[in-house]
């Protein structure tokens, strides 16, 4: 299993990034997806996940109406649209294959700041 993460920036508070996760290793199409994160001094939280056609989704409360999770098999990648961005949201996002965070990446920083 192979899951590389990239997109994440410095962003004001309002802004807007769109997450990738590249993945590789295992059967992909077939796979649930997850976006977890970690902020600074914090334990990881789960953000979001995926069916492995897409149709069904999950979100936190906290990203709920923010955040888009979305996935093209074709190209195995999995994406995290993320909208009005809050400081809170400041954190490592990882995609995953559990809300444990298994399998996850290096990560990709995002920071929300003025």
């Known amino acids: 299993?192979?899951?590389?993460?990239s997109g994440g920036a410095l962003v004001q508070p309002?802004?807007?990034l769109r997450l990738s996760c590249?993945?590789?290793?295992?059967?992909?199409?077939?796979?649930?997806m997850y976006w977890v994160r970690q902020a600074p001094g914090k334990g990881l939280e789960w953000v979001s996940h995926i069916s492995g056609g897409?149709?069904?989704?999950?979100?936190?409360?906290?990203?709920r109406g923010r955040f888009t999770i979305s996935r093209d098999n074709a190209k195995?990648?999995?994406?995290?649209?993320?909208n009005n961005l809050k400081t809170e949201d400041t954190a490592v996002y990882y995609c995953a294959l559990d809300n444990s965070g298994r399998g996850r990446g290096q990560g990709t920083q995002v920071t929300v700041s003025s």
Do not use: C, H, K, P
């Open 22 to 32: 590249a993945a590789s290793g295992f059967f992909f199409s077939n796979s649930w």
């Open 76 to 82: 195995n990648t999995l994406y995290l649209q993320m």
């Open 14 to 16: 309002g802004g807007s």
């Open 54 to 63: 897409g149709r069904t989704t999950y979100y936190a409360d906290s990203v």
């Open 1 to 5: 299993v192979q899951l590389v993460e």
